[in-house]
């Protein structure tokens, strides 16, 4: 009897490194808009700009955590639940 070797879905390990691409892009467009809103605190676009600077930020965060979660998927396989 064999033991089966798992495999790296590739399928799967594309789709975490999409997402591994915008968090890259939100982890630049977050902390500048912030720094932006900051530098310009006496402009009326101050809040709207940190509020999104702010949001982008922890969208960066989360896509950063969904992607590993997705690539480590792809090279381990899911769990099973028992």
């Not at 940190?50 to 997705?70: H, P, V, W």
């Not at 690539?71 to 899911?78: H, T």
């Amino acid at each position: 009897m064999m033991k089966e070797t798992k495999h790296t879905d590739k399928v799967i390990l594309s789709k975490g490194i999409r997402i591994m691409l915008i968090c890259l892009f939100l982890m630049f467009t977050g902390p500048t808009l912030i720094h932006i809103a900051f530098s310009n605190n006496d402009k009326p676009l101050y809040i709207p700009l940190l509020i999104l600077g702010i949001m982008l930020s922890i969208g960066a965060i989360f896509t950063l955590l969904k992607g590993i979660n997705t690539i480590m998927e792809s090279l381990f396989g899911k769990k099973k639940k028992k």
